[in-house]
């Protein structure tokens, strides 16, 4: 069973700080992809990386896969108050089902 | 585009009660996934289909739990009997089926609760 460990589980920051989100496993995945979840919603999607090393910028947000593609780390810069939910990383596998393997996610709270 | 969408939105039961769960995909997308998320973790998988047939079904409690996609489209999943511990969020997403770079689209979910 692959698993992937996120830390830390919860984060409450004061707006304009930075902030770094861990996502590690001991298995190797295809992808790594980052979802963020508002209470009564459905993870969305942020971002998927797929080689090892590679560094992804959406915004204020830096995401990077190791480069063993075992694990990957989300970075905030100057968080905003519109940053605050959960966010989950989701490890990819298999060749013809392509399934994800979530982490139980980071609660990260952003106070005015 | 319209997204996944997902009903009842909330369900209360009582435990030994039967419940049932309706999810339509976005139009045209193949692959339909049931997730289980208990409040605090991640969503699990429970059921993948393509099309109309199950891809993986190891993580169903199949004595309690089932599904089916009869026509490719819509899916339903049911429980019966409901125990306290399946209190949890039952999500419903959909994909195109693209390998690493799928993009897979989550519902709003159903919030259930077992008393």
């Known amino acids: 069973t692959q698993l992937l460990e996120q830390s830390p589980q919860f984060l409450s920051i004061q707006e304009g700080e930075n902030l770094t989100v861990y996502c590690n496993s001991s298995?190797?995945?295809?992808?790594l992809q980052w979802y963020r979840q508002e209470p009564g919603e459905g993870p969305v999607l942020l971002v998927t990386?797929?080689?090892?090393?590679e560094v992804k910028k959406l915004k204020r947000l830096t995401f990077q896969f190791g480069d063993a593609r075992k694990d990957s780390s989300l970075h905030i810069t100057a968080a905003q108050p519109g940053d605050t939910g959960l966010y989950l990383c989701?490890?990819?596998?298999?060749?013809?089902?392509?399934?994800?393997?979530f982490g139980k996610g980071t609660k990260l709270s952003v106070i005015p | 585009e319209a997204g996944v969408a997902q009903s009842p939105r909330y369900k209360i039961i009582e435990k030994r009660q039967s419940v049932a769960f309706w999810c339509n995909p976005i139009?045209?997308?193949?692959?339909l996934y049931w997730y289980q998320q208990i409040l605090g973790q991640g969503p699990k998988l429970l059921i993948q289909?393509?099309?109309?047939?199950?891809?993986?079904d190891s993580q169903l409690p199949k004595d309690r739990f089932s599904a089916e996609r009869l026509k490719g489209v819509d899916s339903t999943l049911k429980i019966q009997p409901a125990k306290l511990e399946d209190s949890a969020v039952y999500l419903c997403?959909?994909?195109?089926?693209?390998?690493?770079?799928?993009?897979?689209?989550f519902g709003a979910g159903t919030r259930l609760s077992v008393l």
């Open positions: 997403a959909s994909s195109l089926s693209r390998g690493t770079t799928d993009i897979q689209y």
């Open positions: 298995s190797v995945f295809s992808s």
């Open positions: 990386v797929v080689t090892g090393g």
């Open positions: 989701a490890g990819g596998a298999g060749a013809g089902s392509y399934q994800l393997t």
């Open positions: 139009s045209g997308h193949a692959t």
């Open positions: 289909f393509q099309n109309n047939g199950v891809v993986d």
